[in-house]
């Protein structure tokens, strides 16, 4: 049977909760999260580094991404979506501190070298 | 390096195009696609029966999703998401005549069973 039809959207976690991490859907190959964020920011000096791909999109709201040796911050707004390999360092400098941003984020296994991978249009 | 940002709402293909499916990334465990329909349905008589579980968000338009055994269709709207299951018989009853309907798909290898599949709220 199917699972039950929601909103992403709806049901967003109070501000005050901090940086909220759901997962829609999971194997063992995929995680698709929904993350909802107030404002945070990756620590000062900290740096992701995955294991797997990560393809992002951003729902509502604004951030700053922000990869290794870059000048600086690229802004996602509603609608940006981003590839971020394996292994390539990054942060969230910054989300907007005025609404909640809300990410889709699909954690998968890498393919080596990625088979395909571009952003619209 | 990272990936291009782009927009997921940019650069939609004319209405004429009929349904317009985009790659936006890519491995051998998983498959990132926008799909833009113009009114379009699944061909009367004919379901979806896939190998690959298929997650699905609706960003713009709206559209029926109609699982075999069911009663009618269930109407998705912007920001409402599904887990179509490997397996699960299903057709798109309708899409928005009025506007264009923009999907997310991301379809990956199923475990069997599922570890964790559901929607928001």
């Known amino acids: 049977m199917p699972s039950e039809i929601g909103n992403i959207l ?10 909220v991490v759901d997962t829609l859907a999971e194997s063992d190959s995929v995680r698709i999260e929904r993350i909802v964020s107030n404002g945070q920011a990756t620590p000062e000096g900290e740096w992701y580094d ?4 990560e393809w992002v999109l951003v729902l509502a709201g ?9 000048l600086e911050p690229q ?17 969230v400098a910054w989300t907007d501190p005025d609404m909640k941003t809300v990410w889709l984020a699909v954690h998968f296994e890498s ?5 395909k991978a571009h952003c619209l249009p």
Chains 1, 2 share one sequence.
């Open 50 to 53: 995955q294991e797997r791909d």
């Open 75 to 91: 802004r996602l707004v509603a609608g940006d979506c981003a590839l971020i390999p394996a292994g390539c360092r990054h942060r």
């Open 10 to 19: 709806a049901g967003l976690p109070p501000a005050l909760s901090g940086e």
């Open 62 to 70: 604004s951030a700053g991404l922000l990869f290794e040796g870059a």
């Open 111 to 115: 393919t080596n070298p990625p088979r």
